[in-house]
């Protein structure tokens, strides 16, 4: 349990600190180091990242910090598209969505080297509703499939659809993170009650409480320190968990399918001996 927590602080420690990025953790942090079977880590990652999103979402809406056009044509179309992503990993084994979700990481680390304003300023000026909701769409079906946030693709984005200053981008961020985790957890859990698998909710509390007060501790220490070093040192960090997760899902896979020849051989061999007793 002492894991758990830790790992609780470290998620909601780096939201505060970064503003995004943190949630990615939570997958590793349930798999690797508490155990869980992949579709459980992902479906319990979207109900955490949803429940810390939510309490910090409704904190930046009284700041004044959300723009609800964004969140319409962005978030709504990000909920159906969560929920899509969600879908399809119910069709995929639980390798798969790990090693979908180690690439992911080393992509996250590779945008945190570069700040949020230099992300928005790759595209200037508003930007079609169309674009827009195609964007909500394909960021929600990506992090409904592997159970994050997608705080480090949505920040971005709203940068660019029509000059959101950051802290607006943050606050609308959180906002659509909420929708996009509730309906990504909707369709999850569904799928692991058809898999015969249920969800730890002691385990979703812990990390949702005490992702909150990391999210405001981290919050407090950011105002001191350099987000660029922050950047920098979190992007190695993902690089190391990504590649650690990349190799546990290539051998989870290999095993998966080294097993299942095997099991073909043995009912090969056994077929001969059936029919000759039938004779």
Known sequence: ?????????????????????????????????????????????????????????????????????????????????SYGGAWLGGLVDGEVQLLAFAVLLLVAARSMLRSPAQAAAVEAGPRPVVRIVVDGLVVGAITGFVGVGGGFLIVPALGLLGGLPMATAVGTSLAIITLKSAAGFVKSAAVLEGLGLSLDWTVIGLFVAVGIAGTVA????????????????????????????????????????????????AVASQEPTAAGARS
């Open 1 to 81: 349990m002492t894991l758990v927590l830790l790992g609780a602080l470290l998620v909601g420690l780096t939201l505060g600190l970064l503003g995004s990025g943190g949630s990615i953790l939570t997958v590793p942090v349930l798999t690797l180091v508490i155990g869980q079977h992949e579709k459980v880590a992902i479906a319990s990652s979207l109900a955490i990242v949803g429940g810390i999103a939510a309490v910090a979402a409704v904190r930046a809406w009284r700041e004044g910090r959300v723009d609800g056009r964004s969140v319409l044509w962005f978030g709504l179309p990000g909920m159906a598209g």
């Open 218 to 265: 981290g919050q407090r220490l950011g105002r001191g320190l350099p987000e660029v070093r922050l950047r920098q040192a979190f992007a190695g960090l993902l690089v190391i968990v990504g590649t650690f997760t990349l190799l546990q899902g290539a051998w989870k896979l290999q095993h998966a399918e080294d097993h299942t020849s095997t099991s073909a051989s």
